[in-house]
T-cell receptor
Framework: DAKTTQPPSMDCAEGRAANLPCNHS???????VYWYRQIHSQGPQYIIH???NNETNEMASLIITEDRKSSTLILPHATLRDTAVYYC???????????FGKGTHLIIQP | NAGVTQTPKFRILKIGQSMTLQCTQD?????MYWYRQDPGMGLKLIYY???????DKGEVPNGYNVSRSTTEDFPLRLELAAPSQTSVYFC???????????FGEGSRLTVL
C-alpha cells in the first residue's frame, strides 16, 4: 500500500470548514483513499473513502486531485466533537487490513 | 447490533503471566483484525483472519497467538507477558475486499 503524508496537527475554529490534507504521491491505479478518525483513544471510526471521484456523505466530503497524488478531507461545519486524530490511508485490495500512520491531530477551537 | 465487543477493557498483568483478550462480533464480518496502539503512535496490525479456521500474521505478531474457530469470535492470546506488550489493543471486523472496518472500544493492557 502506498505511503501517506499528513501534517501532525491543525487547528480550526468551531463552525468553520476543516480541510485536512493528505499526500499520497506513490498511489497506484487500483488503490483507494480511506479516511478514519480516532476520538480520544476510542476505536478508529470510518469516515469516507474514494478512488478518483469526489465523494460526500453525512460526515464529510473527500476531494481527490485529478492526478490522485493528494486528497483533502472536508468537515463542512466543524464542532468541538470533531476534535480527533484523522488518518488518511491508501489501500488496494487484499485482506491484510489497513496501515495507520500517525495521522493529523485536529483541534477545534471554540 | 452490538457491533464489535472487546473484553476486558482494562487489565494489569505481571511479567510472565498469560491472558486472552476476547473479541466477538455480531455483524457477520468475514474479516477480523487485531491491532495494537502505543502512546502517540498509529495502529499496528498483529494478526488477522479472513474466515473461520484461517489466520495470518500481521506486522507485529511476536508474543501473540490467535484462533478463529467461529465467525463471531477472534481471541488474542498473550503468552509470557512482557512490558513491551503494554499497549491498547483494538479488534476490528470488516467485509470481504473492503477497507471499511468496524472497531471495538479497545482493551488497555499494562504489564508490570
Amino acid at each position: 500500500d502506498a505511503k501517506t503524508t499528513q501534517p501532525p496537527s491543525m487547528d480550526c475554529a468551531e463552525g468553520r470548514a476543516a480541510n485536512l490534507p493528505c499526500n499520497h504521491s506513490t498511489i497506484s491505479g487500483n488503490e483507494y483513499v480511506y479516511w478514519y478518525r480516532q476520538i480520544h483513544s476510542q476505536g478508529p471510526q470510518y469516515i469516507i473513502h474514494g478512488l478518483k471521484n469526489n465523494e460526500t456523505n453525512e460526515m464529510a466530503s473527500l476531494i481527490i486531485t485529478e492526478d490522485r497524488k493528494s486528497s483533502t478531507l472536508i468537515l463542512p461545519h466543524a464542532t468541538l466533537r470533531d476534535t480527533a486524530v484523522y488518518y488518511c490511508i491508501v489501500r488496494g485490495g487484499g485482506a491484510d487490513g489497513l496501515t495507520f500512520g500517525k495521522g493529523t491531530h485536529l483541534i477545534i477551537q471554540p | 447490533n452490538a457491533g464489535v465487543t472487546q473484553t476486558p477493557k482494562f487489565r494489569i498483568l505481571k511479567i510472565g503471566q498469560s491472558m486472552t483478550l476476547q473479541c466477538t462480533q455480531d455483524m457477520n464480518h468475514n474479516y477480523m483484525y487485531w491491532y495494537r496502539q502505543d502512546p502517540g503512535m498509529g495502529l499496528k496490525l498483529i494478526y488477522y483472519s479472513v474466515g473461520a479456521g484461517i489466520t495470518d500474521k500481521g506486522e507485529v505478531p511476536n508474543g501473540y497467538n490467535v484462533s478463529r474457530s467461529t465467525t463471531e469470535d477472534f481471541p488474542l492470546r498473550l503468552e509470557l507477558a512482557a512490558p513491551s506488550q503494554t499497549s491498547v489493543y483494538f479488534c476490528a471486523g470488516g467485509g470481504r475486499n473492503t477497507g471499511e472496518l468496524f472497531f471495538g472500544e479497545g482493551s488497555r493492557l499494562t504489564v508490570l
